[in-house]
């Protein structure tokens, strides 16, 4: 990492002083041998004959405004990030500190240690050393809240459509556009910047906590957007000459030599934040994005035009047949390749062949999108109602490209970053500075020993919680307040299953417990005789090792035509057709902690997994108990031994998730059929909550069916959220008599800003106005 940032420092000194070198010190006459050189001993021409002389040079550089003013803009850049450089230093040694002293890993032993062991270790340090002063005892969550606290307050923020990345553009339909320039301003903006909205890495700044003054700070923020905005604006040829020369050094060589590099596919950067659930460390993203990866190329390959098919074959032949006679030429005689162009015509139609042969699909490739669609969802977790069933259409192909695009798409929305950035700070996202006040207000709790974290990052279902994800009579929460795509649910399935030693708050238990309970029932009526008489379900249990997680799913292989199997294979992809409520329940029952236990500690004697009567297993905090605590590893364990009873680990948590997430999707499918539901992969900013019932209702019957996000006829559920004693929350007032904690809020503008308009029922009281800025609403709790 420090050594990256070393090679990053001299990468732009490289890059700036190359760049001036050629524009300024190169006679591409003599280089193109349009200038005739005389020499005294040769007449062969070299290259440091192109190269002008040193005085030359320096005044042509001198003489040029535009070099000056990019030099100095550069080397201004290059001592900011020189500075943050030796900053690092400081952080890296205070880590180092950390590691070696506090949790007592060495330098050499560190990449054997796996992250569950790291986090462990913090756990039991806490006990020991009290390292966080605030509180006795130190959670798994407490840990992920401090790492990805600003990144969970993104997550949520693309969840709730705050953030301007899609746009209806004229000709191009509805487009997504999420570049690492925008994100940079976005954190800059609400993170870490002069007059953010957070006054250190871990509190927000008290005004905005409090909703009297929210007019005056949304008019600050919009200036403040304005200003950067304006910023990008002027700095735009220089960051835009930055990104051209940067990709062009970058991807050349690349291009040069693997030219269907470009025809890759990659996970956009709004792929990545629609697809992370809250508190997920980017190596269980990237993780769990590479695990769908080949499914997804696959599924992109099923929709190539059979028009394009043809032209790229026989624009292939043409070009590979003048390219066997030059190869034939250059191979009769070398001097061919001294004729002007030659060496250039075979380099591009290498090129152009490569090119073609990408937009040439496999013939043994079997046309299959829904079961490939499964396949996907079962990694990726999320995904919007309206693809099920539609995995053929084209619309759904184009929907899935914005998560899943083209390395070429990728590299041209970096390169026209600076140019777009600008106008949508100043434009789209300065409109939004009320709905992000109120954002910030409402969802920012304060949590004890950790500070200011995201609401939805706890993962309550009930403050949070979907009724059309399993979560309805569990859940409190408005329209408002309920995560979308059954975010707070899978979050939930997610974390606990990924640390199984973890205590969920008593609401997100008691979800478990009976989502348990409801599977175990569901299980205990599926075709358990059925299964095991199948010779298709012996005959695959055969070919598998006990010990591998993949054939505790064997089971879904067996049921009726419309519900059909799951079939994990040995290359880790899975091919599913479809998941019935049976088959998932019976797989999921099949994860119990007896039977992963044994399976583990048949072929790995020195695996250590959590005993059937410990809390961990006995609560069904993960609902089965699989787990992956990489904490197996006994004294005499070689190292080798331990990484792989983690990955045997690592393993059965994520096909426990895959077979979650397939079957929460399957559950909210049967649940949402037959009801009125709004449709959120487009949600429209015109979604006001002050608009009537009836409009509500009349506006979602325009909508392909979808229960992500609730119809208004479930508006009696939108009561007002009762919080906890132990939990800190700034978008309302508590009761004095009975103590209880009232959340207040007015219609959105259109999703903050909330008020009252004669909506009985719809909408809560509005947000009083404050006495003074100093004034703190009462009974004010907080998370402990």
């Known amino acids: ?364 490739m079997v046309f299959c999108p829904e079961q490939l669609l499964k396949v996907i969802l079962a990694q990726i977790h999320y995904m919007p109602d309206h693809w099920q069933g539609n995995a053929h259409r084209y619309e759904t192909r184009d929907e899935f490209a914005q998560l899943f695009q083209y390395k070429a798409v990728f590299i041209l929305e970096e390169l026209l970053s600076p140019v777009i950035t600008p106008f949508i700070l100043i434009f789209c996202l300065r409109r939004k500075s009320l709905e992000i006040i109120d954002f910030f207000r409402n969802f920012t709790v304060d949590v004890v020993g950790v500070g200011d974290t995201c609401s939805f990052a706890q993962m309550d279902v009930r403050q949070h919680g979907h009724p059309a994800w399993m979560s309805a009579g569990k859940t409190e929460a408005s329209i408002y307040q309920q995560a979308e795509d059954g975010k707070t649910e899978l979050s939930l399935m997610h974390f606990a299953i990924t640390n199984p030693h973890w205590q969920p708050p008593r609401e997100s238990t008691h979800f478990i417990s009976l989502l348990k309970e409801k599977v175990h029932r569901e299980a205990a009526t599926g075709q358990q005789g059925i299964i095991a008489e199948n010779p298709v379900f012996t005959s695959t249990h055969s070919l598998q090792s006990d010990s591998e997680p993949r054939s505790l799913i064997a089971n879904l292989l067996i049921g009726p035509p419309s519900l059909a199997s799951l079939h994990l294979g040995r290359e880790g992809s899975i091919n599913p057709v479809s998941i019935g409520v049976s088959e998932g329940a019976s797989a999921l029952r099949s994860l119990s902690p007896v039977s992963t236990s044994l399976h583990l500690r048949g072929s790995y004697p020195s695996a250590r997994l959590p005993r059937q009567d410990h809390p961990a297993v006995g609560a069904g905090r993960a609902m089965t108990g699989s787990g992956t605590d990489a904490r197996t590893i006994s004294s005499g364990s070689s190292a080798w031994e331990g990484q792989l009873t983690s990955m045997i680990l690592s393993e059965y948590a994520s096909t426990e998730m895959s077979i979650h997430a397939l079957y929460i999707h399957e559950m909210h499918k049967q649940q949402s059929r037959g009801e009125l539901s709004r449709h959120t992969w487009h949600r429209q900013e015109s979604d006001e909550s002050s608009e009537s019932v009836n409009e509500d209702m009349e506006a979602a019957r325009n909508f392909p069916r979808s229960s992500t996000f609730p119809s208004a006829t479930n508006s009696h559920q939108q009561g007002a959220a009762h919080h906890s004693g132990s939990q800190r929350r700034f978008d309302g007032t508590s009761d004095p008599v009975s103590g209880s904690f009232r959340v207040q809020r007015t219609p959105r503008m259109p999703m903050g800003g909330w008020s009252e308009e004669n909506q009985i029922g719809r909408h809560h009281d509005p947000v009083p106005e404050e006495g003074t800025e100093d004034d703190l609403p009462p009974h004010i709790h907080k998370v402990t």
Request: aromatic residues 14%.
């Open 1 to 364: 990492m420090l050594l990256g940032e070393i090679f990053e420092l001299v990468q732009l000194v490289f890059v700036v002083a190359f760049t001036v070198f050629l524009a300024n010190c190169v006679d591409y006459d003599i280089l193109f041998a349009n200038k005739f050189v005389n020499h005294t001993d040769s007449s062969k021409v070299t290259l440091p004959d192109a190269f002008l002389p040193v005085d030359e040079c320096s005044a042509r550089i001198r003489e040029s405004v535009s070099v000056i003013f990019i030099l100095i803009i550069s080397g201004v850049f290059w001592l900011h990030r020189l500075v943050k450089f030796f900053y690092n230093i400081c952080c890296y040694w205070e880590i180092r500190s950390f590691y070696i002293n506090a949790l007592k890993m060495s330098t050499a032993d560190l990449p054997y240690f796996t992250w569950q062991e790291v986090q462990a270790r913090i756990v039991e340090i806490q006990k020991e050393h009290q390292i966080c002063i605030h509180k006795k005892e130190l959670t798994e969550l407490d840990i992920y809240h401090r790492i990805l606290r600003f990144k969970n307050y993104m997550v949520a923020m693309v969840n709730k459509s705050l953030l301007p990345v899609r746009f209806r553009l004229p000709l191009l339909g509805d487009t997504v556009f999420y570049t690492r320039g925008l994100k940079y301003n976005f954190e800059l903006i609400f993170f870490w910047g002069p007059g953010s909205l957070f006054e250190n890495e871990w509190s927000l700044k008290p005004e905005y906590k409090r909703g009297g003054n929210r007019l005056e700070l949304a008019d600050r923020l919009s200036s403040r957007i304005l200003w950067i905005g304006i910023a990008n604006l002027l700095l735009c040829p220089v960051i835009l000459i930055w990104q051209i020369l940067y990709a062009f050094f970058s991807y050349t060589e690349v291009i040069k030599r693997e030219p269907g590099s470009l025809g890759a596919r990659c996970w956009s950067l709004y792929g990545r934040f629609y697809l992370r659930h809250f508190n997920e460390l980017d190596h269980e993203l990237m993780s769990r994005l590479s695990k769908g990866y080949k499914a997804s190329s696959k599924y992109m390959n099923c929709f190539m035009s059979p028009l394009l098919t043809v032209v790229a074959k026989n624009v292939a032949f043409f070009a590979g047949s003048i390219l066997a006679v030059l190869i034939a030429l250059t191979i009769y005689d070398e001097d061919v390749l001294a004729v002007e162009h030659v060496l250039s015509s075979i380099t591009l139609l290498g090129v152009g062949i490569t090119v073609c042969r990408s937009f040439i699909p496999d013939k043994h």
